[in-house]
């Protein structure tokens, strides 16, 4: 069992407040998913072939600043980075492969979580209001954001499992419920040259919408292409840079609501989450139908 959040603001007055807003709906989803948290956010975009990678150093103790003047030495190119803490969001000109590259050589120990030109992604062990304070989830700009909250129940609770899981450039999913064939998915993909870093059930539908997405699939046709390749029970919930997706699989049995009104759409597993929005009295709520695919663009 574990709890998601989505939430996308219409109303460009309120993307100052996304933050705000989500904290609450996260912490809501704490009984659902009390061993870690998650979150991407995704913000204005970096300008030009500027990339952002976000980073997480665990329990590592790293000086920011020297790592940032050896990166300048070995990898030309505008960098500049701002920490959070053992997360830090760094911004590149150079090409954020070589530089993923280059921190998996130099510092094994920092992983690199995300990489796109919109998306700032945090995930970490612990309570969902504890994660929220640490990283001041409340302070978050942008105009859309994926959450969850986690109950391990087929891997470890590690900052490595947790969700959201991340592929390709702007991509990031969360997930409820359990495949029960990730091991096939991962047989499958592997040979493609698809990489795999758990053995994560997510990570495998995770990795295989990268595939499909790499081989030409716009997000709703690769979920489309999901539905006869991954066997489980499931409430997906996806972002790129430009939209908010979620599906329910053919049962429907992992629960979700969906709240809209002419100033945002926020997504959780519970309505409880969603009681303090504004105007929530007056918003259309529904819960979505198995195996239909619900978007919305920003």
């Avoid at 940032?68 to 959070?84: C, F, M, P, T, Y």
């Avoid at 830090?88 to 993923?100: G, Q």
């Avoid at 087929?154 to 991509?171: C, L, Q």
Wanted: glycine fraction near 8%.
């Amino acid at each position: 069992m574990c709890g998601i959040v989505g939430l996308l603001i219409k109303n460009v007055k309120l993307r100052d407040q996304l933050g705000a807003l989500m904290v609450p709906m996260l912490v809501g989803m704490t009984e659902r998913g009390p061993d870690s948290a998650g979150l991407a956010v995704y913000t204005a975009p970096v300008s030009g072939q500027m990339h952002k990678l976000s980073l997480y150093s665990g329990a590592h103790e790293v000086q920011w600043p020297q790592l940032l003047a050896e990166l300048r030495a070995d990898i030309s190119g505008h960098h500049e980075v701002a920490a959070h803490g053992n997360h830090a969001v760094l911004t590149t000109a150079a090409d954020p492969d070589a530089v993923a590259g280059w921190f998996a050589n130099r510092t094994p120990e920092i992983a690199v979580l995300s990489v796109g030109q919109s998306i700032d992604l945090y995930k970490d062990v612990g309570a969902p209001a504890e994660i929220a304070r640490r990283y001041r989830f409340d302070t978050l700009r942008g105009t859309h954001l994926v959450g969850h909250t986690r109950m391990a129940t087929e891997s470890a609770v590690t900052p490595a499992h947790a969700h959201p899981f991340t592929a390709g450039r702007d991509f990031c999913l969360v997930h409820n419920g359990s495949l029960s064939n990730p091991h096939l998915v991962r047989k499958r993909l592997e040979p493609l040259g698809i990489e795999f870093e758990t053995d994560n059930d997510t990570e495998a539908a995770c990795r295989f919408f990268e595939w499909r997405l790499r081989e030409g699939d716009d997000l709703e046709t690769a979920v489309q292409s999901g539905f006869s390749v991954l066997d489980g029970f499931y409430t997906f919930l996806m972002g790129t840079d430009r939209e908010l997706l979620i599906v329910r699989d053919a049962f429907a049995c992992k629960p979700a609501v969906v709240a809209e009104t002419d100033e945002y759409v926020a997504i959780a597993s519970e309505f409880r989450s969603l009681s303090h929005l504004p105007d929530i009295a007056h918003a259309s709520l529904f819960e979505p139908k198995p195996e239909e695919i619900y978007s919305w663009q920003v």
